[in-house]
């Protein structure tokens, strides 16, 4: 940019312009300038621009994930000579290209029983080879039930992209989402139009996003990432440019954790924006449930002056699982909103194409805010419960407090999307808004092409037995055992003997009461599972075929096979290696052959994995076992050696690392087979047999829910409860015991 030009930019700044909307340690972490702002849509373009800024690495590629595919499809051109079209090979040729280039890679440690599209992990020595630069990691430090979400690429730290993509298959799609774009596939199958976002910025903002990730990388490995030499690489050519020298903040979502407290920034900034919205909020989002921004959205729909509010989601959720949680949360929240819109400003679409397949949409994607065209905001971050408090998040966001020339931006993007929702130019956009009045009334003036959005109308009433199920899968805060045992631990313990002697009774007492607190909600999910599961064959597609009936002579006829005990004992092992829940393969079993065969089989089943697994650790190089252990089972490596048949108990009743990965470990460090296998059986005991028990009453609840036993489950859970909080007691009494000791294998 000349001198001119900066000093009209800085001309267009009023003094009287109102205060920042941006509070560091509130709603963000971060305020930092970028020279340049790409605001990119839809998946040719952030790919292509990726590919473009990825080449120009000198020194380092640093990725988050929530999935990562080395199979995606960046490209389709046809070019022998230019960058590889498929990701894990265009990273593999940038490390070659680059001598001194190192690559990283934080994926989440997803359980592949939940994601079929998703690739087994590289140290498993299946598919694609990363080059020895390439360095893959997986998060699972994250509470039960939690996820690593941000996505977010860091190239040299000046170049860096944040939103809703990942670098990872079913992503790719062209802004024109046409019905039946052939190129739009993956394993030969195809898959539905896909709509996203993704941001784009340098300067010292590239550099704040960078130390997003860095922080990131070492509460997820405890190793540091070193930063790149300062340098300043030249905005990519071809990468568009929508802004230049303009602040970007960027907030986060982070779960609490042992020695970590929560961070919602992400959720601070969510209200401030609505709250500071005088003419509309602009909003484009996967999930729409997260009751906190239901309850602030309803607060401006009371006021007779308050914004338009013009929301924009997808039809259809991925699944019957999906269809029976967070859309049904979404319905409840949009019945509510409809119930407080006094004034007629609440309105909800979904995009619509013709030619798709019955009960299939576009799958959008996007994560937006944009209000009164002066503040907008892309990210990863849902406007879910769960992404306000339990899975790690990062949104970025700009704020034109005045500047025509960023408020300009702002709106030409507001109506280059939604342009694109309605298959027309951005600037019929700005004309129908200005003629009607309102975002609502230019959408219902332009709507109506074969490609458009329509309002959002099917929304069925639920049962409160299906409402409560559905709360189960999208909780705002972590569900853990984690701070209990933190309560207990023998640091806490310790610290506690300082207390005076008269003090020490009402101690106690607090410490207790902590336990109940924390206690009953545990006892209560586990109840509701039952109450969820019944819930389940009652109200969904399920119901209709799987019955009681059905289930048991399902179950019987199976049971009755002389090979169906060897199927389950056999089970285990693949799912161990897998990560499949062992408890589903224990239910099947209890249903099919009754709690005692049941037990007896499903008990065979685990040793028969453990020894696999214990085997297989002789066998498999150091350095993969080492890899694969993790820093958290490497600290007790010691301990495992000096009282081997004590800490193979305790680490069954509380797993430090997956079961497989506890067997190579054990093998490798050389603790004998008999005391490893004895250590497994013991404890094993008790969690199999309160699966057990699960089992016989989900079969009772499939019969007559009024035969359940809740006391037994309770007692159950209770029981396994305080087990695993006195052996996490010892663990950590052990591990200060000898941490003076060395843990390599």
Known sequence: MDENGAAAIEAEWSPAAPGSLFAIDRNCC????????????????????????????????????????????????????????QLGDFLNWLA???????????????????????????????????????????????????????????IDDSIAFIGGFDLTVRRWDTCAHQADDDRRSYGSKPYPPFHDLMLAVDGEAAGQVAEIVRSRWLAATGRHLPPAPPQELPWPSGLRVDLHEVDVAFARTLPETPGQPGVAEVEALFFDMIAAARKFIYIENQYFTAHCIGDALAARLDEPDGPEIIIVVRRFSHGWLEEYTMHVLRSRLVQRLRAADRYGHFHIFYPHIEGLADRTCIDLHSKLM????????????????RSMGLDSECDAAIEARGDRRIASAIRDFRNRLLGEHLDVPAGEVEAAVHHQGSLHGAIAALAGRERTLRPLEELPDWPPAVLELASVGDPAQPVSLEGLIDEFSPE????????????????????LRTLIRRLAPRLAAAILAVAALTALWRYTPLAEWLNADHVSAWAREFGGHWWAPLVIVAAYTPACIVLFPRPLITFAAVIAFGPHLGFAYALSGILLAALLSYQAGHHLPRHTVRDMAGPRLLHFAEILRRRSLLTVTALRLVPLAPFAVEGLVAAAIGIRLSPFMLGTLIGMLPGTLTTTIFGHQIEAALHDPSQVNYGLLAAAVGVVALLSLAVRHWLVAQRRQHSDHGHKI
């Open 30 to 85: 971060a305020v930092g300038r970028a020279h340049h702002v790409g605001l990119l849509v839809d998946g040719e373009e952030y790919f292509r621009a990726f590919i473009v800024a990825a080449e120009q690495a000198t020194h380092s590629i640093n990725i988050l994930a929530w999935d990562f595919n080395s199979k995606t499809q960046l490209h389709f051109a046809e070019d022998k000579h230019g960058p590889p079209a």
């Open 96 to 154: 070659r290209r680059r001598r001194g280039l190192q690559i990283h890679v934080l994926d989440w440690d997803y359980p592949l029983v939940f994601g079929t599209d998703r690739e087994f992990r590289t140290l498993y020595g299946f598919g694609w080879k990363p080059h020895r630069r390439v360095h893959i990691a997986y998060d699972n430090t994250h509470p039960v039930g939690a996820s690593h979400h941000q996505k977010i690429v860091v």
């Open 370 to 385: 944009i209000v009164d065209d002066e503040i907008l905001r892309i990210g990863s971050a849902n406007l879910s419960n």
């Open 492 to 511: 806490r313990l310790t610290s506690s003997e300082d207390e005076s002697e008269e003090n020490a009774p009402s101690a106690a007492q607090s410490r």
